[in-house]
T-cell receptor
Framework: DSGVTQTPKHLITATGQRVTLRCSPR?????VYWYQQSLDQGLQFLIQ???????AKGNILERFSAQQFPDLHSELNLSSLELGDSALYFC?????????????FGPGTRLTVT | GESVGLHLPTLSVQEGDNSIINCAYS??????FIWYKQESGKGPQFIID?????DKRQGQRVTVLLNKTVKHLSLQIAATQPGDSAVYFC???????????FGPGTRLSVLP
């Protein structure tokens, strides 16, 4: 158990809908990262937050957004969902804001768009 | 562009044998590398890391080797066990202010 929690575990929704994925980092970790993992793309970095502020953006679509709250939990919002958004979404946390340090991954949320 | 790749997409080994999983990286500026293990239905789990000022690092039953000359990274698992069956990812980081780039993964299957 990494100490990172994600809810829900599974989510099935229809195209055009909007969903929110939730992540709670390890106790004491201030950095939260979101990744998308699909069969054909592997693990793709989406966005990073540190102590409530956006720090880095990766391959995140404009239909997607995220935020980190004062209690450090984070939410990833996916809107106008398309079939191609079906994937595993992972949250990871790290005690560091920048630099190279290991990240601890949550169990993921499996999103299925029908 | 910069990328992290793996030589072998699948690897099958006999239980008790040693496993070697390889990874090629293209960015010579990368200075930190991690190997992750991902079991079915779970998130990636940290195995071992290495910084560019080292060429070898050992953990429990695992060793990571870094060859900066040819930009190659490998993960050696000694006495492979059924519980080692998983997908293994290498990830590289260019350092300060950068984020990790993950390779596509290698599936390790341990045969009885």
């Amino acid at each position: 158990d990494s100490g990172v929690t994600q809810t829900p575990k599974h989510l099935i929704t229809a195209t055009g809908q909007r969903v929110t994925l939730r992540c709670s980092p390890r106790s004491g970790d201030l950095s939260v990262y979101w990744y998308q993992q699909s069969l054909d793309q592997g693990l793709q970095f989406l966005i990073q937050y540190y102590n409530g502020e956006e720090r880095a953006k990766g391959n995140i679509l404009e239909r997607f957004s995220a935020q980190q709250f004062p209690d450090l939990h984070s939410e990833l919002n996916l809107s106008s969902l398309e079939l191609g958004d079906s994937a595993l979404y992972f949250c990871a946390s790290s005690p560091k804001v920048q630099g190279a340090y290991e990240q601890y991954f949550g169990p993921g949320t499996r999103l299925t768009v029908t | 562009g910069e990328s992290v790749g793996l030589h072998l997409p699948t690897l099958s080994v006999q239980e008790g044998d040693n496993s070697i999983i390889n990874c090629a990286y293209s960015n010579s500026a990368s200075d930190y590398f991690i190997w992750y293990k991902q079991e079915s239905g779970k998130g990636p789990q940290f195995i071992i890391d290495i910084r560019s000022n080292m060429d070898k690092r050992q953990g429990q039953r695992v060793t990571v080797l870094l060859n900066k000359t040819v930009k190659h990274l490998s993960l050696q698992i000694a006495a492979t066990q059924p519980g080692d069956s998983a997908v293994y990812f290498c990830a590289e980081n260019k350092g300060y202010g950068q984020n990790f780039v993950f390779g596509p993964g290698t599936r390790l299957s341990v045969l009885p």
